[in-house]
């Protein structure tokens, strides 16, 4: 990884010992930046001119030395590359330097400069490129890296397009998280997160600088951005502010906790609290009382799950039906009881002999995909076919903490929910991989699994279970799939499966707070320090996922929206299956670091601001917030269907549980 224009040669004399500067003299001279953090960057002076040469941590290169040049032009119809190496280098400091150069192509005279700063105390680096010419130029772009060739094998992460890959190719970027990439050595001995500075406007899809695409193959092509596709126009005085951020830390934790807070810093990233929605109070108020006379309630059945569907999620019941059951604790209103009732014991009617749950009913024969193996039920979810395991436990979990709640609340016993929660708990159970994982989806009619997946539900789902029913099982495949987190998920970067509607492999952003919630949990239950330095690591992972800021072109609310799969490319803000503003407050009492609580304060007004307000559907969610890239169809401001069922649920559970909604009757 190589980010920095050496500093020119001073005359061509040394400098002092302890200053950053050129060594040796003539041709073969080499420039140095060099901070306190052990971050160095060797800038040769090749017979060209200067290069980029060897960035290495900890007296540890990152890639070989590169050597051609500092920047590179791309002709799109052959594939020629032309490095350009810096004429001119001026050193300012210790940590930065100037280069520069001009070089004539195709009758165009094509003027750059660089700027490399080292940070002083942090393994970071900036690497500002501006470019200009002095008439059109066709036919060629401007590719940024910092290395030129490979000695190791790396593989890229940027969401939602890639993860643990070997080949990336991005046309064009999208401001979907932080703009950048994560490019990593598949053992973690070296992670680098290369990045746009996010306070620029550079992937602004309205004007040229949207033009921007990043591209990458293990061996073959180094990890670069790539400007003007094509058109570099006279006129304009083209910029790419880039960021370096590295860690040999040599494991997960280390490294994306060291990554993100060496961001933070040199981004000065603040949470924007200027967000003011409604109160907790004010939104559980709204829902409520459109929740009464929700026309998605179908008596019997269950939530439609969002406006204009034809079915409801099963799998969502019993979800339901505990949050409903709290509500009828809080407000002594019986119809909130009897809902909750008929939400499981309708689930209970499309569960397979196996013990399996299906988890879709559709209303309309003539609408349902084929494969329904009773009347109304299948698990078809949105044209994905097959048995979910993680949607299974989510389920029997439920079942369960409802069965025990009702039990103890009101001496009534239901064994016919016990046992339906335990037959699927023993199929699921059945379903566990050698590896550790869970499948995502189990074939209906070969029994086929596939891959392992996060399955974040039954992560944080089975040590519950075991605690409701003292089956020890939960805790023995829980543990095989903590290992499995480990090894597979957090050691390659690579978070899937939380959709139900998505292909296994589909990379999301869901079960990162699921995992959180995970070793969360285990903090609380062992006081096991590395369990909340695993929390605290997959929290400022989440923050790759989300945007930073707020986008210039977007009126809606951006920061801390995330893009909700690669398929649906939105902006949303909800918790899907997961506790996503419980863990931010449950981070900041353990840590008392204030970003996790403004995170919380954010992502919880975020999540008003998509609540319905009024009509039908008063106190549903709106599945996205924005559409910055123009994808859906609708607008930047697009938030399409109001959704009446677990996002709600969701939202409502965690400002119950935080306590920030009264008690009380109507």
């Known amino acids: 990884m190589k980010k920095v224009m050496l500093g020119l040669l001073i005359a061509l004399t ?135 060739g490979f000695t190791n094998d790396w593989r890229v992460q940027n969401y939602p397009w890639a993860g643990n890959s070997e080949k990336l190719a991005i046309t064009p970027m999208r401001y979907c998280g932080v703009p950048g990439v994560l ?69 997960f934790a280390g490294a994306i906790t060291g990554l993100m807070q060496a961001w933070i810093k040199v981004n000065n990233y603040r949470v924007d609290d200027a967000l003011k929605v409604r109160t907790p109070q004010a939104a559980f108020t709204l829902a409520l009382e459109g929740r009464r006379q929700m026309q998605s309630w179908k008596p019997g059945i269950g939530y439609e799950h969002h406006r204009g569907t034809p079915f409801v999620y ?68 949105w044209h994905h076919n097959g048995y979910k395991v993680d949607i299974n436990v989510w389920m029997a979990r439920y079942i369960l903490q409802t069965w025990q709640r009702v039990k103890d609340k009101e001496g009534v016993d239901r064994q016919d929910w016990y046992k339906a929660a335990m037959a699927s708990l023993n199929w699921l159970l059945a379903q566990q991989n050698p590896d550790g994982g869970f499948p995502q989806v189990v074939e209906i009619n070969s029994g086929q699994k596939s891959q392992s997946v996060v399955c974040g539900r039954t992560l944080v789902g089975l040590p519950i279970i075991a605690r409701i029913t003292g089956d020890e099982r939960c805790l023995r495949a829980n543990a095989d799939q903590e290992q499995f987190l480990r090894q597979n998920v957090e050691g390659r970067f690579w978070y899937t499966g939380m959709h139900p509607d998505l292909p296994p492999g589909d990379f999301e952003q869901d079960s990162i707070y699921a995992v959180v919630e995970y070793w969360l949990d285990k903090h609380d239950r062992t006081g096991d320090k590395e369990s909340l330095n695993r929390a605290v690591a997959n929290a400022y992972y989440g923050l790759l996922y989300w945007c930073p800021k707020q986008l210039s072109w977007v009126k809606n609310p951006t920061q801390g929206a995330h893009s909700e799969q690669q398929h649906f490319n939105q902006y949303s ?38 609540q319905v307000a009024g009509g039908p559907y008063q106190g549903a969610m709106t599945e996205a917030i924005a559409d910055p890239w123009l994808e859906r169809g609708g607008g930047f401001e697009w938030r399409g269907s109001p959704y009446t069922s677990e996002l709600v649920s969701d939202l409502m559970l965690q400002l119950m549980d935080l306590g920030l909604v009264k008690r009380g009757h109507r």
């Open 183 to 251: 490019v990593y050595r598949p053992d973690q001995s070296v992670v680098v997160l290369f990045a746009i500075d996010s306070n620029s406007d550079y992937l602004n899809p309205t004007t040229w600088t949207g033009q921007t695409d990043f591209h990458f193959a293990n061996r073959q092509v180094a990890p670069q951005y790539r400007v003007g596709r094509g058109q570099l126009a006279a006129g304009i005085k083209y910029e790419m502010p880039l960021q370096l951020f590295l860690s040999d830390a040599g494991e």
């Open 314 to 381: 099963i799998g969502n019941n019993p979800y339901v039906a505990w949050f409903e059951y709290g509500l009828y604790e809080m407000t002594g209103e019986k119809v909130w009881r009897d809902r909750a009732c008929e939400q499981i014991d309708f689930a209970l009617k499309g569960q397979q002999p196996s013990g399996v749950f299906h988890t879709s009913w559709y209303f309309h024969n003539e609408n349902r995909p084929g494969g329904a193996t009773a009347e109304g039920f299948c698990s078809w979810d």
């Open 573 to 610: 803000v909800y918790c899907y299956g997961n506790r996503k503003i419980q863990c931010l407050d449950r981070l900041f009492k353990k840590t008392g670091n204030p970003l996790f609580e403004q995170l919380k304060n954010r992502v919880m007004q975020l999540n008003f601001f998509v």
């Open 14 to 148: 040394m400098l002092p010992v302890g200053g950053a500067g050129v060594a040796g003299a003539g041709a073969d001279a080499t420039m140095v930046l060099e901070n306190r953090a052990g971050m160095k960057w060797a800038l040769p002076r090749t017979p060209n001119g200067w290069a980029l040469g060897t960035i290495s941590l900890h007296a540890k290169p990152v890639e070989r030395s590169a050597t051609q040049g500092l920047l590179a032009l791309r002709n799109l119809k052959s594939g020629e590359v032309r490095w350009l190496a810096a004429a001119q280098g001026e050193q300012g400091d210790p940590h930065t330097a100037r280069l520069s150069g001009r070089q004539e192509v195709d009758g165009v005279t094509f003027s750059w400069s660089a700027d490399v700063a080292l940070r002083a105390d942090l393994p970071a680096a900036t690497f500002t490129a501006k470019w200009s010419v002095d008439k059109d130029l066709n036919g060629w772009e401007v590719c940024l890296a910092y290395h030129d």
